[in-house]
């Protein structure tokens, strides 16, 4: 099981956070956002230091849910959030916040995702890797993982909100029976600390992890640790 912990703003909390057992960390660069992380070069001190063994632990995760692992060499892997933005903004993000993964969260073609990859890969950020979320509000959401098949690493399924992610609400699971693809994906959109038994009995041959925001945290940015140590727990076991 994959986590991923999305929406991190705050410095401590992001440090603090990253002391737990989780694998991918999400930075929004969405301005319309209330977890807007502002254009400012990311500090070294931001993000602590892991062992060799952390780190191999990590990506050892990421590859057996048929993922690649990004090319970070200290903290969690950390994935930058984009909707509908300008190309060379997302590539001075990746490029400030040596970011691991791509996450495009709105209505971006193909061909957006192809030019970045070329852009990114290896000149800028070697090994960089891109995740496309599907908003789903009707069963036939689910389809439009077809334009992004071949082009992408991750898929994330998200529930069709106004804010565009981080609203707290669920999708009826049971309509991802109709993707039939190869990519990888994280199950998305209003988990909480009540949803461990529904995410065990959730089954996917393709499902691989879950992404957590809103739901754990006590203000916008800000994520509630006692509740993600447990919630983390749990699901590990």
Not at 25 to 38: A, E, I, N, T
Not at 41 to 53: L, T
Not at 150 to 169: N, S, Y
Not at 187 to 212: K, M, N, Q, Y
């Amino acid at each position: 099981m994959i986590i991923k912990v999305c929406g991190m703003r705050d410095a401590d909390n992001i440090k603090a956070v990253e002391q737990l057992d989780i694998d991918l960390m999400g930075l929004v660069f969405y301005p319309k956002s209330p977890r807007y992380v502002p254009m400012v070069r990311a500090r070294s001190g931001n993000m602590p230091d892991y062992s060799v063994e952390r780190l191999a632990t990590l990506k050892a995760r990421l590859a057996e849910g048929g993922v690649v692992a990004g090319s970070a060499t200290t903290g969690v892997p950390r994935v930058g959030v984009f909707v509908d933005d300008m190309p060379q903004n997302i590539v001075t993000r990746v490029y400030n916040f040596q970011l691991d993964y791509v996450q495009l969260h709105g209505n971006e073609p193909r061909t957006t995702i192809d030019n970045l990859r070329r852009t990114l890969d290896p000149d800028i950020r070697p090994g960089v890797r891109f995740i496309k979320a599907i908003s789903i509000e009707r069963p036939e959401d689910v389809d439009r993982w077809r334009e992004y098949d071949g082009a992408v690493d991750l898929l994330l399924f998200d529930t069709r909100c106004p804010q565009v992610g981080g609203g707290g609400h669920q999708f009826d699971w049971s309509v991802l029976q109709r993707y039939d693809g190869e990519i990888p994906f994280l199950l998305s959109g209003g988990i909480g600390p009540d949803d461990a038994d529904r995410i065990r009995a959730f089954h996917h041959p393709r499902c691989v992890g879950i992404d957590l925001n809103s739901r754990f945290e006590t203000a916008p940015g800000v994520k509630d640790i006692d509740l993600l140590r447990n919630f983390i727990n749990v699901i590990r076991q």
